[in-house]
C-alpha cells in the first residue's frame, strides 16, 4: 500500500497498549501501520499466543471486512503507532485506484490460503512426529521471529501445537522434547514458546519422517 499518500490526513495516532479490536468483535475496518508496531494475539488452550508483531507498511484486519465475519484475533498497539482506518467503501475505492493495493491484498490472501492448505496437508499424516515436526515447520515459515543467525523464535506451546494438529498435548511434548535432545530447538526462557536453533536441520528431518512414513517404515 501507498502509506506515504494515505499518512498527511488519514493516518490516527494510537498509544501503546491500545487494543483496536479483540478476537469475536465485529469488523468494520482494517488498519495500515504508518508508524509503530502492533501485536497480534489468539486465544488457545494455553492462554493467549503471538501470532505477528506487524510494522510500518503492514497491513491487518482485512478479513474481517472482507468475509464480514467476527475478528480472528486480538490486535494491540505494541510501541505508540500511527495507523490508516479503512473502512470496506475506502478499500473498495483505493483497489479500483491503484494495482499496488490490489497486487499486495492478493499476495497476502495467497499466502494465507497456502498456509491454510500446508495444515490440511500435515493433517493428513497418521504418525504424530511427522505432524509435529512439519506443523513446528509451517509455523516457522508463517509466524517466526527472527532471534539471531538461524535461529527463529516461535510463540506456540504444546497445547497450541496440539489443538492445531488434532494430537493430544503429551504426544506433542514428547516429540517437541526429542528435538530439544538433538539440539533442533529449545523451550523460550519465560515458557511461552520455542526457539528453533537449526533451520536446515529441522528441514532435514521433515524430509527424513515424511520419506520414512511414505515407505512404510515409520509405526502407525
Known sequence: MDAESLTPKLAVAYPAGTVLFREGDPGAEMFLIVAGTVRVTKRSASGERTLAVLGPGEFFGEMAILTGEARSATATVEEDARLVPIDAG?????????????????????????????????????????RVVRGLALLVETQGEER???????????????????LAPEEVATVLARLERGGLV???????????????????????????????????
Do not use: C, W
Open 90 to 130: 475506502m478499500l473498495e475505492h483505493l483497489v479500483a485506484r491503484s494495482p499496488e493495493i490490489s497486487v499486495r491484498l492478493l499476495k497476502r490472501l495467497a499466502f494465507r490460503l497456502k498456509a491454510t492448505n500446508d495444515l490440511s496437508a500435515i493433517l493428513l499424516h497418521r504418525d504424530a512426529r511427522v
Open 148 to 166: 539471531g543467525p538461524d535461529e527463529v523464535y516461535v510463540a506456540v506451546t504444546p497445547e497450541d501445537l496440539g489443538t492445531q494438529l488434532g
Open 186 to 220: 529449545a523451550p523460550a526462557g519465560d515458557g511461552s514458546g520455542y526457539l528453533v536453533r537449526d533451520l536446515e536441520r529441522l528441514r532435514e528431518f521433515v524430509d527424513f519422517l515424511t520419506d520414512r512414513e511414505a515407505s512404510g517404515e515409520l509405526e502407525t
